[in-house]
């Protein structure tokens, strides 16, 4: 069974994916393919993008991944190749 933080990572994932859908980064012919994911990887980890309590203690909004993901980026950059090879 999934802990915590990965809940939240996993929960992060899937409104990546289903934001993708909505705003057209995914195409329309590819859009069912990634919902069914969604759906699987959900029930593998125990999370539900439609359950209230879930993303209230799940979700990072108003922060997204894509902006999480860029600001380790940007801190990796500053830092050089130090952070590249260390396990998080």
């Given at each position: ?10 929960f992060s ?26 759906q699987c ?48």
């Open positions: 069974m999934a802990d915590e933080k990965q809940k939240h990572l996993v994932i899937l409104e990546f994916l289903q934001t993708s859908i909505n705003n057209g980064t995914i195409k329309s012919d590819d859009a069912e393919g990634v919902e069914v994911a969604i990887i959900g029930e593998a980890f125990g999370v539900d993008l439609n359950d209230s309590a879930q993303a209230q203690t799940y979700s990072t909004k108003p922060a997204t991944l894509m902006s999480i993901f860029e600001v380790f980026v940007n801190a990796q950059k500053k830092l050089g190749n130090k952070v590249r090879h260390k396990r998080i």
